[in-house]
């Protein structure tokens, strides 16, 4: 069974700094997909950036981007000039054949 | 804003009450999914619907629990004689084209059962 861990419940950051959030998976599958997806507090959650795993190329959506390390099943988010409105709860998710997701990991980025 | 509808948006219910909530995703997304959500963890698979053949249900899912999408378009869950772990929010999500094309999610439904 595919699982995918996030060990980070809560991490913060300054106002305009860099922020990294990780994501390990466990599966046997070689093709699938992987998300991060942001749940701001009381509002619906929204795609952040998405990677296919047969794509050797990190995915890359303005101030986000990915470290993929497929061998080592790790799938890291990083955030640049992070913002206010990036306070959110992330979720890494892991699609093979259902979507599973990670427990998340809080964010909160300081002024 | 994905598109994706749902309602209502809190339901407050008291144990053993049934309960139905409703998901109007957009006209492209002929896949529809349902998760449940509890405090402090990640969504978890509930079912998908493949227009509106329901064609994969999780073991979270009772036979307290049922969902249709009888047209292919909007979609209900039920709860029947609720409990009070069945407290979480439920959401639905919504997706075209192929089994790993993105989901969009809808804002939920948060359903608190006395």
């Known amino acids: ?111 | 804003d994905t598109g994706v509808s749902q309602n209502p948006r809190h339901k407050i219910t008291k144990r053993g009450q049934n309960v139905t909530f409703r998901c109007d995703p957009i006209s492209e997304h002929n896949r529809l999914y349902w998760y449940r959500q509890t405090l402090g963890q990640g969504p978890e698979f509930l079912t998908y619907f493949q227009n509106e053949a329901q064609l994969e249900k999780s073991r979270l899912l009772s036979d307290r629990f049922s969902a249709e999408r009888p047209k292919g378009s909007f979609s209900t869950l039920e709860i029947q004689r609720t409990e009070q772990g069945d407290s979480a929010m439920y959401l639905c999500a919504g997706s075209s084209g192929g089994a790993r094309e993105t989901q969009y999610f809808g804002p939920g439904t948060r359903l608190l059962v006395l």
């Not at chain 1, 306070?87 to 980025?109: E, K, N, P, S």
Request: with cysteine; aromatic share 12%.
């Open chain 1, 1 to 111: 069974a595919q699982t995918v861990t996030q060990s980070q419940p809560e991490m913060s950051v300054q106002e305009a700094e860099t922020v990294t959030l990780s994501c390990t998976y466990d599966t046997s599958e070689n093709n699938y997909y992987l998300f991060w997806y942001k749940q701001p507090p009381s509002r619906q959650m929204i795609l952040v950036i998405r990677q296919e795993a047969y794509k050797q190329q990190n995915a890359t959506e303005n101030r986000f981007s990915v470290n993929f390390q497929k061998a080592a099943k790790s799938f890291s988010l990083k955030i640049s000039d992070s913002q206010l409105g990036d306070t959110a709860m992330y979720f890494c998710a892991f699609m093979g054949g259902d979507m599973r997701f990670g427990a998340g990991t809080r964010l909160t980025v300081k002024p």
